[in-house]
């Protein structure tokens, strides 16, 4: 296990084929009851074998047991009905048909608490769990009962909050909520978004991180990054006010993106987890590549502060390529390590 560069994912890993279709996002369960939860299990398994043996020194869950990284949080709540759907927009990108607040939000009990207490039973290495964060969750719903993006990310937040202190006690080390909303709402972000994420971090000992990215590498956010510039300069906005919170550690997206490099410095004081994995492309990085990315990065970072990572989920991939990835990220931060020794 490496204390210096230590190397993780950002969250999700493909689904092996006999317990979803792959290569699809919201992919329906080929299994029922029972068999389901034992597939789920034997999936997360192979989860973490696969990242022991690619040598990833922090090991998350892959989430082999969620079928979204938002949705499936939200379906334990009550106040929120899957019936009645309206199609928003999300990410001010493309529409989806969500479900709709209909009441006060709540969690009548763990989500995640016993998935977490089984990947803790799996592995001796750290441990990371994935939460979407509040905004990104209002993102993700039609409000019909708070009619306020502001109340509704409060009350989330107290929420992501109680489960976040019970994966905490499941031997969770690293917290993570996923709020890629932070790269489109800016004026929010300021206004109320900082400040619902440090609620839903708030009294925890482990540490915490906010994923901010571009998105998995489906069609509707490629044609939106396309739009954006020589030049993606989102982060610029965000990471003032990151570098400021209680948050520990911000992870962000880089490798074969048109995020200038120089704006990590933005972050100094703070762990960065920087994508050295391009999620977008099915091309395997080199670990010289890797290397690189690394590099660069190490010039706005302390070296003792820098978490080789990925750019953002592979759930898309093939299984094949996730793995290879993976391999090549441990690989290149094997090359700086000795180098820095
Ligand atoms: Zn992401």
Same mark, same amino acid.
């Given at each position: 296990m490496n204390a210096l560069l230590p190397t993780s994912i950002v969250g999700s890993l493909p689904k092996p084929s006999w317990l979803a279709q792959p290569e699809t996002l919201w992919s329906p369960w080929k299994l029922e009851g029972d068999e389901l939860l034992e597939?789920?299990?034997? $999936?997360?398994?192979?989860?973490?074998?696969?990242?022991? @043996?690619? %040598?990833?020194?922090?090991?998350? =869950?892959?989430?082999?047991? /969620?079928?979204?990284?938002?949705?499936?949080?939200?379906?334990?709540?009550?106040?929120?009905?899957?019936?009645r759907r309206e199609t928003v927009r999300i990410r001010d990108r493309y529409d989806a048909s969500v479900p709709t607040v209909i009441g006060a939000v709540g969690r009548e009990r763990p989500v995640f608490a016993d998935d977490?207490?089984?990947?803790? $039973?799996?592995?001796?290495?750290?441990?990371?769990?994935? @939460?979407? %964060?509040?905004?990104?969750?209002? =993102?993700?719903?039609?409000? /019909?009962?708070?009619?306020?993006r502001e109340k509704l990310a409060w009350e989330f937040a107290k929420i992501l909050n109680q489960e976040a202190k019970e994966l905490e006690a499941a031997g969770v080390d690293i917290i993570q909520f996923d709020e890629p909303a932070f790269n489109v709402f800016f004026d929010e972000v300021g206004d109320w978004g900082v400040a619902a994420l440090e609620r839903a971090a708030e009294g925890l000992r482990s540490e915490t991180v906010v994923h901010i990215c571009y998105g998995y590498g489906i069609k509707a956010n490629t044609d939106w990054k396309a739009t954006l510039g020589p030049e993606w300069r989102q982060y610029e906005q965000t990471f003032p006010l990151l570098q400021r919170s209680t948050i520990d550690t911000v992870s962000l997206e880089s490798h074969n993106s048109r995020v200038p490099v120089d704006l990590i410095e933005l972050l100094r004081g703070k762990n960065v987890m920087l994508g050295a994995?391009?999620?977008?492309?099915?091309?395997?990085?080199?670990?010289?590549?890797?290397?690189?990315?690394?590099?660069?990065?190490?010039?706005?970072?302390?070296?003792?502060?820098?978490?080789?990572?990925?750019?953002?989920?592979?759930?898309?991939?093939?299984?094949?390529?996730?793995?290879?990835?993976?391999?090549?990220?441990?690989?290149?931060?094997?090359?700086?390590?000795?180098?820095?020794?």
């Open positions: 597939g789920k299990r034997d $999936a997360l398994s192979l989860a973490v074998d696969e990242q022991r @043996l690619a %040598g990833l020194d922090v090991v998350s =869950d892959g989430e082999q047991t /969620r079928q979204h990284f938002v949705t499936t949080f939200i379906e334990h709540l009550s106040g929120v009905d899957f019936e977490a207490r089984a990947l803790r $039973a799996q592995t001796d290495r750290r441990i990371k769990w994935a @939460l979407p %964060g509040p905004m990104t969750m209002i =993102d993700t719903l039609s409000d /019909r009962h708070y009619r306020s994995i391009d999620v977008a492309s099915d091309q395997i990085e080199t670990p010289d590549e890797v290397a690189a990315t690394l590099r660069d990065a190490l010039r706005f970072v302390d070296a003792d502060r820098l978490c080789p990572s990925t750019n953002c989920g592979m759930a898309p991939l093939a299984r094949q390529v996730a793995r290879d990835k993976m391999s090549a990220l441990a690989a290149g931060a094997d090359i700086v390590r000795a180098e820095l020794a």
